[in-house]
């Protein structure tokens, strides 16, 4: 059982890029999460998905996007990367939204 | 809005020390939960504990142990005899059961912790 995996595990990449991260979940969670890491900030929210099919904004949702087309998958881009997403990227899921989140291995992106 | 601060940013102890992580949350919820997560250097985020706002007992996990306090808003984390194994960042986290924050998980800043031999 893997759990999430996230895709890649890292990634440089040139402002101005338009860039997808993965996350995938064999655990048939109902809900999955986005989260940046930057030091110092702790882990802020990105966006979420409460089931498949819908998604909502999180803290800052600003120059990202989600769809949740099926349960496992949950990818997250980046349309047009500025150096400012540079960061630790981190995707989670729970059974039911309040329950306890379960955490991929997270993406390092730069943005240069 | 819900928030989460965690005011120690790092805790520096020798091995076998007692040390407190301290957390104090706001939230206009009546039900709410609250969590806490270890961060080891290799970067994965493992889950430690999750508490319902209506479950106030003490709970005891081996040298972990957690205590939530409604009165202060406050769920801090004690660790007993600590260990070298136990050097991370430890994250204090809240989520509200309704409204617009429903799941939506609030981290605390996270506290760095450094035991040394």
């Known amino acids: 059982i893997a759990g999430i995996t996230q895709a890649p595990t890292s990634q440089i990449l040139a402002a101005g890029r338009r860039m997808t991260l993965r996350c995938t979940q064999d655990?048939?969670?109902?809900?999955m999460y986005w989260y940046r890491q930057d030091l110092g900030l702790g882990l802020r929210l990105i966006h979420y998905?409460?089931?498949?099919?819908?998604?909502g904004k999180g803290e800052v949702p600003d120059g990202y996007s989600v769809s949740r087309a099926n349960t496992d998958d949950f990818p997250l881009t980046l349309a047009s990367a500025v150096p400012s997403q540079t960061s630790v990227y981190f995707c989670?899921?729970?059974?039911?939204?309040?329950?306890?989140?379960?955490f991929g291995p997270g993406t390092r992106l730069t943005v240069l | 809005a819900q928030k989460v601060t965690q005011a120690q940013t790092e805790i520096s102890v020798v091995e076998k020390e007692d040390v407190t992580l301290d957390c104090v949350y706001e939230t206009r919820d009546t039900t709410y939960y609250l969590f806490w997560y270890k961060q080891p250097p290799s970067g994965e985020l493992v889950f430690l504990i999750r508490?319902?706002?209506?479950?106030?007992q003490n709970e005891i996990s081996g040298r972990y142990s957690w205590n939530f306090q409604k009165s202060t808003s406050s769920f801090n984390f004690t660790i007993t005899a600590s260990q070298v194994v136990d050097s991370a960042v430890y994250f204090c986290a809240l989520s509200e059961a309704g409204g617009t924050s429903y799941g939506k998980l609030t981290f605390g800043q996270g506290t760095i912790l450094t035991v040394h031999p």
């Open positions: 508490r319902n706002s209506f479950d106030e």
């Open positions: 998905s409460n089931t498949a099919g819908t998604t």
């Open positions: 655990m048939r969670h109902n809900a």
């Open positions: 989670a899921s729970s059974e039911v939204p309040y329950n306890e989140q379960f």
